[in-house]
């Protein structure tokens, strides 16, 4: 048994409730939602086996890809049986917290929101690395994709097993490229002749407004490593918000918007449907942006939705003196709490499903979901060999993921505060409201500020 599960339990408790306790309000009236909506119990296919509860946020098609993965799992051994439940990703995490500081959570929950520093600071998951040998833990840090490893740790220790990565490129029309005399065979190689062409590609009604965005670069915590910089500084171990790459890159995004008008971007993004569940209706598809920045699920997402659209995908190019194959990053990963009852077995399941000891079998689970993989044996297998022929946009895609310059966020435990604090920074100065210094200087003093009440608290 880990030794976690042998230590004394009260002190994660505790924790977990306090954090529980300071989530209850808000979360209150949808954790009973929740609970009055979900199905009562299952019937277990395999009673003789030890039970592994598995706690998810899927919903849809998702959910049949999760419980067909479950499927193949519970066939291949027959020591452990997997029972997946649905989550509301609304209500996930409070539910989460109040399961452990009751004294009941999942064996494994999979999760993409942003909890690890957190809830391992907080002393609520368990450390992932306990369950491999020396040797394993070794390789495991040398062959997974940077960023995959990145998402999971945390002060040295894994406490999330990525099964999924997520990384974002540039989509674009080749159609508009054409009607437009340009060669769609040429993708620029800098970030500033990507947004010459998009001034090209654009087109405006009679009365000025937008109704083609050629390409408009936003989105500050994407664009902040493409331009060198980012929110946390490795050789100081700590998080920075106001920083001269940062500055470079906030500038350039606020130019950007300004040069075709911060009321009309607004005016033309509030006409658009902007088809985030992936339907027919995203303003890719139907032409309304020639150039746009999106992550992989977009094209299997294309493949069912649009069939017929022709397109093409390409890493995002980095501005003069910046980073190539830079950018941000999260993606799916298996937590074990605190206090599971059979973390071996949810080990077992978090280890088949990344593709642990057979890749071949995850690279086809990997293509079920239109997922990126968390180490190149499961991209070299067959099955996603075959995927990507039938698919070849998101080779863009796995070409940029072993890159060192994919970021997550920050490792720290307040994580949801910097965000914030980032998207702040980020909207002021997009709307114009404040300059890219003003904003910036802003974000770093709500952080210095954040992080002198924590120490007052000595957290």
């Known amino acids: 048994m880990p030794r976690e599960v042998q230590t004394v339990r009260s002190g994660w ?28 119990p299952r019937r277990r296919a395999h009673p003789d086996r030890i039970p592994v509860h598995f706690w998810h946020m899927w919903t849809a098609d998702w959910k049949a890809v ?10 291949s051994q027959t020591r452990y049986e997997v029972i997946p439940l649905s989550v509301p990703s609304a209500s996930a995490d409070s539910k989460f917290l109040l399961a452990v500081a009751g004294g009941a959570p999942p064996d494994l929950m999979a999760q993409w929101n942003q909890v690890i520093p957190a809830w391992a600071d907080s002393g609520l998951l368990m450390e992932l690395d306990q369950f491999m040998t020396p040797e394993e833990w070794t390789r495991f840090q040398a062959e997974v994709y940077p960023v995959a490893l990145k998402i999971g740790r945390y002060k040295g220790h894994l406490y999330g097993l990525c099964t999924a990565v997520s990384i974002w490129a540039c989509y674009y029309r080749p159609d508009h490229f054409r009607e437009a005399g340009l060669d769609p065979d040429a993708f620029p190689e800098t970030l500033e002749g990507l ?13 000025g407004r937008l109704v083609r965005m050629g390409f408009l670069p936003q989105w500050l915590n994407m664009y902040a490593p493409i331009f060198g910089g980012g929110f946390w500084d490795e050789a100081a171990s700590r998080a920075v918000v106001d920083t001269p790459a940062n500055l470079r ?45 999106d992550g992989q699920w977009r094209v299997e997402q294309l493949a069912r939705n649009a069939p017929d659209l022709e397109y093409r995908a390409a890493p995002i190019p980095p501005p003069t003196g910046g980073k ?3 950018g941000w990053s999260n993606g799916n990963f298996m937590i074990i709490p605190k206090g599971a009852a059979h973390p071996e077995g949810a080990w077992e399941f978090a280890k088949f499903w990344a593709g642990w000891g057979d890749p071949a079998r995850a690279a086809e689970f990997c293509t079920w979901g239109g997922w990126l993989p ?23 895609f796995l070409d940029v993921l072993p890159s060192e310059n994919i970021v997550p966020s920050p490792p720290v435990p ?8 980032i998207g702040r920074v980020d909207d ?12 910036l200087r802003g974000g770093q003093a709500e952080l210095n500020a954040e992080l002198a009440r924590r120490r007052r608290f000595g957290l």
């Not at 999760?66 to 066939?75: K, L």
């Not at 968390?374 to 863009?396: D, M, N, Q």
């Open 324 to 326: 190539r194959h830079a």
């Open 66 to 75: 999760v419980e067909r993965i479950v499927a193949e799992f519970n066939a």
């Open 195 to 207: 947004w010459a062409i998009g001034r090209t590609l654009e087109r405006r009604a009679e009365d």
């Open 428 to 439: 002021y100065a997009m709307r114009g409201t404040k300059t890219p210094e003003a904003a």
């Open 374 to 396: 968390l180490w190149p044996p499961v991209a070299e297998a067959p099955a996603y060999r075959a995927f990507l022929a039938k698919h070849p946009a998101f080779g863009t």
């Open 414 to 421: 307040y994580q949801v505060f910097l965000n914030d604090q």
């Open 13 to 40: 408790r505790r924790r977990a409730a306090a954090i529980a306790a300071g989530v209850l309000a808000a979360g209150l009236a949808l954790l009973l939602a929740a609970v009055c909506a979900a199905p009562g």
């Open 249 to 293: 890159a906030l500038a350039f995004l606020a130019e950007c918007r300004k040069a075709l008008g911060f009321n009309e971007v607004v005016r033309f993004e509030s006409s658009l449907n902007q088809g985030q569940g992936g339907n027919v209706d995203w303003p890719f598809i139907s032409g309304r942006y020639s150039i746009v920045v």
